[in-house]
């Protein structure tokens, strides 16, 4: 691991506690719903450590965030959350270096949103050997749909933070 | 606030979905199959048409199935979160009720999907 200052590492933890609070509350929220259909609100905590430190930052929050959310929440869970959330974070943030500019938080968002839902759909496909490929399919292209929407609402909430909140510590303004 | 390129990405992966949709629901027909496999292994397969109550043994205990008027669910199931009995009634084909603690997937199944196979060896 490479050397990381004091406030670096004050604040990617900050992010953490912020991303597991939000996922633990998600998970509670008493709204009717399928278990599995969420915004992804953790995901925004990704992104402004994205934006703020860069990929490796993010998957390591990331995945942090779904550990932690794991054991205060539902643990056997992690088989889906822990490689939903490696996944999604290092497409992100692939993504942002290989685009430059060109994709903004929102469209970010989206992509990692939709990898999250199809990681968990292929692990759901190992655990559960029973499915056939008009399911994978189907479910597939259902789950892209959602992950689309959400990606675009948790992108909004994120450029929202990022702008007005965050700056970056080099000093850039990530998002003008 | 969206580029360009957000929108030619989000547009493609809904493309991608909505081809992907239409696709299955083409090779949707024919009369449904009721199959019912435990640990990854086909227990059960019975037409949805008629009503059956079945018990199978999982790995945590005995899942209530119920088949009635060409719907399935499920109506007791040994796990803690239930999420299988909550799925409610399934009907159309490709539906799925999946309980991961006890290892049981109700799968609805179209008979065209068997017909499909270029053989089956014993």
Known sequence: ?176 | MLTRYDIILIAGLLVVAIVGLSVVRFRTGGTSEVVISVDGEEAIRVPLSEDHLFSVDGTLGKTEIEIKDKRVRVVDSPCKRKICVQSGWIDRPYQTIICVPNRVVINLQSSKDRDELDGVTE
């Open chain 1, 1 to 176: 691991m490479m050397p990381m200052d004091t406030r670096k590492m004050v604040r990617l933890s900050l992010l953490v506690s912020l991303a597991t609070v939000l996922s633990i509350l998600e998970n509670q929220l008493p709204i009717p719903r399928p278990l599995w259909l969420k915004l992804g609100l953790a995901n925004i905590i990704t992104l402004v450590a994205l934006m703020m430190y860069g990929t490796w930052s993010a998957v390591a929050v990331s995945c942090m965030r779904a550990l932690l959310a794991g054991i205060f929440g539902a643990l056997p869970m992690l088989v889906f959350s822990l490689p939903a959330a490696f996944t999604s974070s290092l497409s992100m943030g692939v993504l942002h270096r290989v685009s430059g500019r060109r994709l903004s938080v929102i469209g970010l968002s989206v992509a990692g949103a939709v990898v999250h839902n199809l990681t968990q759909l292929l692990v759901a496909y190992f655990v559960v050997k029973q499915l056939n490929h008009s399911v994978i399919m189907a479910l597939a292209a259902i789950l892209i749909i959602f992950a689309v929407v959400a990606g675009i609402v948790t992108g909004l909430i994120a450029r929202y933070l990022i702008r007005h909140i965050f700056i970056s510590p080099t000093g850039e303004r990530p998002l003008e």
